[in-house]
């Protein structure tokens, strides 16, 4: 009944009311629309996304308005091997009040496709690149987790219906599910479960200084000379 765009400002605003805390709100290019980027930006949390080359959608560089593909020819890249091959502020348009909305692209290699790129978004622009790329990476683990309710917990197949709350039943229960498996899971296979026994053995494994690695050397050499 409602455009995917405003059902996302819907739950986003309940899972916040709901007393959910977070410093970026991520997803993929299938939102990534500035129009729907400044409505995040609105409930006080910022967003990280992909972005994807349409010609009609556009950012403010230069005083000009570019597409994701002119802008990428327009910028100046890193030469070599670099893994992010360039990244600009840019503009998404203006709020109510006038203001213009800044934002970074961060327009990385793509491994996967020869002589390709993929280009990053986010709205706080005091992010370091590296950093934009490392949180975005979280992402992964959202999709696998998607992947294995589908596959192997049923989502979305072991009812049919037109009832949002008993969709939204049936999501939570396949949810609550997947926790009792990773709760198993984490308990039979993970040492971390074991405790301040884990904590411990951090400790003893903490890398040492690199004083006191030279003075190990040098004692190991000392012996070394006496045996010889």
Not at 15 to 36: C, E, K, M, R
Not at 147 to 165: I, N, P, V, W
């Amino acid at each position: 009944m409602q455009k995917s765009s405003d059902v996302l400002i819907e739950l986003l605003r309940q899972a916040l009311d709901s007393g959910i805390q977070a410093s970026y709100v991520l997803f993929d290019s299938w939102f990534s629309f500035p129009s729907t980027i400044m409505k995040v930006l609105e409930q006080k949390i910022h967003v990280i996304c992909m972005l994807k080359g349409m010609p009609r959608v556009y950012y403010g560089y230069n005083g000009q308005k570019w597409n994701l593909n002119a802008l990428y020819k327009a910028v100046r890249k890193k030469r070599g091997k670099a893994k992010i091959l360039a990244s600009v502020i840019v503009t998404l348009g203006c709020n109510e009040q006038g203001e213009e909305i800044p934002a970074k692209i961060v327009f990385v290699r793509d491994c996967n496709r020869r002589r390709n790129w993929l280009a990053l978004l986010t709205t706080d622009v005091h992010l370091p690149d590296e950093e934009v790329i490392r949180i975005y990476g979280k992402r992964w683990d959202i999709e696998v987790f998607f992947k294995m309710t589908k596959s192997y917990l049923r989502l979305a197949k072991e009812f049919q219906g037109r009832s949002y709350d008993m969709m939204f039943a049936h999501t939570s229960i396949v949810f609550a599910r997947y926790i009792l498996l990773a709760v198993e899971s984490r308990e039979s296979q993970d040492p971390r479960t074991l405790g301040e026994l884990f904590s411990l053995c951090c400790d003893e494994m903490e890398d040492i200084k690199f004083a006191s690695a030279l003075l190990l050397l040098i004692e190991l050499f000392k012996s070394a000379v006496r045996k010889f």
